[in-house]
């Protein structure tokens, strides 16, 4: 695998100018999350309104590929309801262990430029920091 | 001797190096360092013709296990200068060594109120067991500043040491900045107020002749596989009256003369403190690299690895957007130089690095403190041994010339 196809653009303009990565005022919910391997950190902060994420953002420091994910994520999630976003969630961790299919992948739109990472053991937990986060909220949401 | 001597040494010395004929540039030595092929022949000639349970068994086989052990010692011991091989504790590594040390040493020798001195460039196993037993003994836990390049000053050290230190906890090489502190003048200063004084000479110990008894050192740790021997042997040196005072730090087989149930004495040092059956085969593998290193000598080690570090460092400085962490001067760099990408996370630069065959690590260095001191989160590392080439530095630099722009950042 060449760089062009794992830091592409879309990669690297996600990394470079982020369109979520700064702080909302009063989210509902707040999770950090942390990367084991190498003890990079992000904060996800979504606001809720009758199960529907009206906005979200994240802070924190990375490398381009856990930034550049976590910006597509949050992007991706605006507006969908939870439901949606675990759906997202599950379908990019999967996609990122190798197991899902193309037309899951199509479903992941832009974050389906990382699929090249299921190919990358060393950098799969940079690329799933910021789904995995989100995955945590909403499987809290339901307890 | 001239650059083309040692240039043509080098190039003969490599061959010896099996896995360095892939097609990487391997440029993380100080993570550990490849192995030639006498020490990987003499830890299989050893398992081949001389493996038995040593000290145990009264047959041929394992009093000629228990030899090559015990040889393994006396080598070491002669390599760092030690007064007797009785000086030389083998554990697992560094980390072990170290652990060892501080939970023995503190357990009776650390009291309420009195004050351990760590610097705070010590690689996280030179931190954390003493932190955790001074905490133990409601002892303080002194922090010893260098300045940012990791010069430690007199007035600096001055500062921490007072009639309540027992014990100073500092590196001979930095792993992060290479910096080489001058022990043998901290030692005395130590000495002078009454301390001891425990090195860790990981990144120093393979790089450059170390004298125990010139640097008056009490303890000194090191790994054998950051020195072209196996992983899984390493050395605590101690003096003798300190290794006398101190308890077992594990309990086990070999480690005793008489257990009873109510009465128990134990073996006499060092084997007091090698709990169970000892790693022959790595004390081999060590010993073999030590003459390995003998054979090659310092004068060609550094005078190589001297060039090596120049040649990065005025590369590195001759790209825009990168930034050399510590002294900017080669001359304070022992084979060790750490950068950062500026805009470029240590994990990219590495990553794309890697794809080339690039081989440099990334990340906090097991050195947190030291990353809090100089306030980066992360770092890119180059480090060197003696096998590397100058055309391995220039793959380095021409590979790390191309990091910024396929992160999309201009220059």
């Known amino acids: ?143 | 001797m001239t650059e083309t001597k040692i240039l043509e040494k080098v190039k003969e010395y490599r061959k010896c190096f099996p896995l360095l004929s892939q097609d990487i540039a391997y440029l993380d030595n100080a993570a550990t360092t490849q192995k030639p092929s006498k020490v990987l022949d003499a830890v299989r000639d050893y398992y081949e013709k001389n493996n038995a349970n040593p000290f145990r068994g009264v047959y041929d086989l394992s009093e000629r296990a228990t030899e090559c052990y015990e040889n393994a010692r006396a080598k070491t011991a002669a390599f760092i200068n030690a007064e007797a091989p009785e000086n030389i504790i083998f554990v697992r590594n560094a980390s072990e060594a170290l652990n060892l040390l501080a939970y023995s040493w503190c357990e009776d020798n650390l009291a309420e109120g009195d004050e351990v001195v760590v610097s705070v460039m010590e690689h996280h196993s030179d931190f954390l067991p003493w932190k955790y037993m001074a905490e133990k003994k409601k002892a303080h836990l002194v922090k010893l500043e260098p300045d940012e390049t990791g010069y430690i000053s007199d007035e600096a050290l001055d500062k921490c040491l007072s009639e309540k230190t027992r014990i100073v906890a500092l590196t001979q090489v930095s792993n992060v900045l290479g910096r080489v502190n001058d022990i043998k003048h901290i030692a005395e200063k130590v000495h002078a107020c009454g301390a001891l004084i425990s090195v860790d000479g990981a990144q120093s110990v393979p790089h450059m002749k170390v004298d125990v008894r010139e640097l008056d050192c009490d303890f000194l740790s090191f790994s054998g596989h950051k020195m072209f021997g196996p992983m899984g042997i390493g050395v605590l040196y101690g003096k003798r009256e300190h290794f006398e005072k101190m308890r077992p730090f594990m309990y086990g087989g070999e480690m005793i003369q008489t257990v009873h149930w109510d009465r128990v004495t134990y073996a006499e040092v060092p084997h007091r403190f090698e709990a169970g059956t000892v790693n022959v085969g790595g004390a081999v593998g060590l010993s073999a690299a030590i003459d390995f290193i003998n054979e090659v000598g310092w004068d060609i080690i550094e005078a190589q690895e001297e060039i090596l570090t120049k040649r990065a460092i005025e590369g590195i400085r001759a790209i825009d957007g990168i930034r050399i962490i510590g002294s900017q001067n080669a001359n304070d760099h022992k084979g060790i130089v750490t950068f950062c990408v500026n805009d470029v996370h240590p994990h990219d630069t590495s990553d794309i690095l890697g794809r080339s065959g690039v081989c440099i690590r990334a990340g906090h260095h097991c050195a947190q403190p030291l990353m809090d001191f100089l306030g980066v989160k992360s770092t890119c590392r180059v480090s060197f041994a003696f096998y590397n080439t100058e055309e391995e530095v220039d793959r380095f630099l021409e590979e790390l010339s191309k990091v910024r722009g396929l992160l999309g950042y201009g220059f």
């Open chain 1, 1 to 143: 695998m060449d760089f062009k196809t794992f830091y592409n653009e879309v990669v690297t303009d996600h990394n470079m100018h982020p369109l979520h990565k700064h702080s909302i005022e009063d989210p509902d919910i707040e999770m950090e999350g942390v990367n084991p391997s190498c003890g990079d950190e992000i904060t996800v902060q979504l606001k809720v309104k009758d199960g529907i994420i009206s906005d979200g953002s994240f802070i924190g420091d990375g490398c381009a590929i856990s930034q550049a994910s976590a910006d597509i994520m949050i992007d991706m999630i605006i507006g969908k309801n939870v439901t949606e976003a675990k759906h997202l969630a599950d379908n990019f961790i999967r996609m990122i262990k190798g197991e899902a299919t193309q037309d899951e992948i199509d479903e992941l739109g832009e974050a389906g430029a990382l699929s090249d990472i299921s190919h990358m053991p060393a950098r799969v937990k940079c690329a799933v920091l910021g789904w995995r986060t989100v995955d945590e909220i909403i499987k809290g949401m339901d307890k």
